[in-house]
């Protein structure tokens, strides 16, 4: 039998011009477009010509659509595939989507491109805090799996990984009926396989064997017969990973083991708990660094969390942090600001501590949690900008340095969190300066 002819690129979909094909499935194709308007790359999924008319998947296909078109403009996190726009052709209906270079994370499911387990983990608390976004919007997600899963690159490293591919999604606040037993049965938890009430346990158990898979070059559970497969979910224990990969604590196959247990109460209560266990195996030392002996992005988000300045920040702010700041180590005795000079960074004190100097006169001691240089922000013209102290590292330190340049590229909502921690840092301080003036004897 003859192959079908593929069909012809298009110029345009909808307003959107077409570059090239990303990919294609038996029901819908994927372009890379440029958004003219927007001056953008966006990914445009069409669903194909006749496939809402067939008779067994037309019904189907356009409840997967309605999934995601509902979703347009809501999910804002940096690891999750954002969704700009949504037409409801009648012969071809699309969706618009963030564009994320790279590819999905198929391929490092094979036995000989396996990642580093660091790396791993790294993918595995990022996706955690993601789907844990998700839940928190009323969603699950329902298709966790390797293909829905996208890594940006850079050279053989992974930069990022983001979720994709909402069609799956049930929405827990939706009035209209919602498809039930859908997603990809080598990831299906069992109450998934048995259509039974679903809670973000289910991708917790879908995340759990992405990672195994990750780890071990092969499913938690394989079978040439779908019948034997879901028996397996249903009644089998997945191989341990220290018995499968060299490298593997106890600790990491425990965390993995317990994602894919067969009854959600005994997996993980919800995504943080999840994430936290993810990310003390990194604390504890029980994955092994290889060659990436840099700071992994986990922790230094959980760094952040610990600090009085970012106490008001959610996940999502968090991660832009992470991503937008520059992150600076100082030794004992580097001098960051020099009186008379006019700056052009703040920074916010991670760890360590520095002095401030007025005249020779130590003023303050400033610690972890706590910001410097902030005038460099707030101040409303170039005069006030220049140090009036000398501040000098006391203790090696770690800071979490902006420029206003590089916080004006920050959501508003973040830019507003930061002004709101601002506030807060410079009415102590006027309360501790209020405090010396009234009680010299008490402060010294």
């Given at each position: 039998m003859?192959?079908p ?11 959107y011009?077409?570059l090239?094909?990303?990919g294609?499935?038996a ?7 440029v958004?003219?308007f927007?001056a953008?790359e ?7 010509a006749g496939?809402?008319s ?5 019904a189907?296909q356009a ?21 700009f726009?949504?037409v409801?052709?009648?012969n071809?209906p699309?969706v618009?989507?963030e564009?994320?270079?790279g590819t999905t994370l198929?391929p490092?499911?094979?036995a000989d ?9 790294e993918i595995g608390f ?6 844990g ?5 009323g969603l699950?997600?329902r ?12 050279g053989?490293?992974i930069?990022e990984?983001?979720v ?8 827990l ?12 049965l080598a990831?299906m938890s ?16 879908s ?13 938690p ?8 497969l879901m028996?397996q979910?249903y009644?089998a224990?997945?191989a341990?990973?220290t ?8 600790a990491?196959?425990a ?10 109460g005994d ?8 994430a ?10 029980q994955?092994?660094r ?5 700071v992994l992005d986990?922790?230094?988000f ?5 600090l009085e300045?970012f106490s008001?920040f959610?996940?999502v702010?968090l991660?832009?942090v992470?991503h ?7 030794p ?11 700056g052009n960074t703040f ?19 400033l ?9 460099v922000?707030?101040?409303p013209?170039p005069?006030?900008?220049r ?13 979490i340095?902006?420029?206003?340049e590089s916080?004006?590229?920050l959501?508003?909502?973040s ?7 601002f506030i807060r ?5 006027l309360?501790v ?6 009680y010299?004897?008490?402060i010294l």
């Amino acid at each position: 039998m003859t192959p079908p002819l593929a069909s012809p690129l298009p110029s345009q979909i909808g307003k959107y011009r077409v570059l090239r094909l990303l990919g294609e499935g038996a029901t819908s194709e994927v372009f890379l477009c440029v958004d003219d308007f927007n001056a953008r790359e966006v990914a445009v999924k069409r669903v194909r010509a006749g496939a809402l008319s067939d008779v067994s998947e037309g019904a189907l296909q356009a409840r997967f659509f309605a999934a995601e078109a509902a979703l347009v403009g809501r999910l804002q996190h940096p690891n999750v595939v954002q969704i700009f726009d949504a037409v409801a052709d009648p012969n071809e209906p699309y969706v618009v989507m963030e564009y994320v270079p790279g590819t999905t994370l198929r391929p490092y499911c094979r036995a000989d491109q396996l990642l580093p387990l660091d790396q791993i983990v790294e993918i595995g608390f990022k996706c955690a805090m993601a789907l844990g976004y998700v839940s928190r919007q009323g969603l699950i997600h329902r298709d966790v799996k390797p293909a829905n899963l996208l890594a940006v690159t850079v050279g053989n490293d992974i930069t990022e990984v983001k979720v994709s591919d909402f069609g799956s999604v049930l929405n827990l606040h939706a009035d209209t009926t919602q498809v039930f037993r859908v997603g990809s049965l080598a990831y299906m938890s069992p109450e998934q396989l048995d259509g039974d009430a679903l809670d973000p346990r289910a991708d917790i158990y879908s995340l759990g064997a992405v990672l195994y898979h990750l780890i071990a070059g092969r499913q938690p559970f394989d079978a040439t017969a779908q019948s034997v497969l879901m028996a397996q979910i249903y009644g089998a224990k997945p191989a341990p990973l220290t018995e499968l990969r060299a490298g593997v604590d106890p600790a990491l196959d425990a965390v993995i083991q317990r994602a894919l247990a067969k009854q959600p109460g005994d997996r993980y209560a919800g995504w943080d708990d999840f994430a936290q266990a993810i990310s003390a195996l990194v604390a504890n030392r029980q994955v092994p660094r290889g060659g990436r002996q840099n700071v992994l992005d986990s922790e230094r988000f959980n760094l952040l969390r610990t600090l009085e300045f970012f106490s008001l920040f959610g996940d999502v702010q968090l991660w832009e942090v992470v991503h937008r700041a520059t992150w600076q180590r100082y030794p004992q005795g580097h001098l960051i600001y020099r009186k008379g000079e006019e700056g052009n960074t703040f920074h916010i004190i991670a760890a360590g501590s520095v002095d401030v100097h007025r005249d020779g006169v130590r003023v303050a001691h400033l610690g972890a949690g706590t910001s410097v240089g902030e005038m460099v922000y707030l101040a409303p013209n170039p005069e006030l900008k220049r140090h009036s102290t000398d501040v000098a590292v006391v203790e090696p330190a770690t800071m979490i340095s902006f420029t206003p340049e590089s916080l004006a590229r920050l959501s508003p909502g973040s830019r507003h969190l930061f002004d709101e921690a601002f506030i807060r840092v410079l009415v102590r301080r006027l309360h501790v300066a209020h405090e010396a003036l009234a009680y010299p004897r008490r402060i010294l």
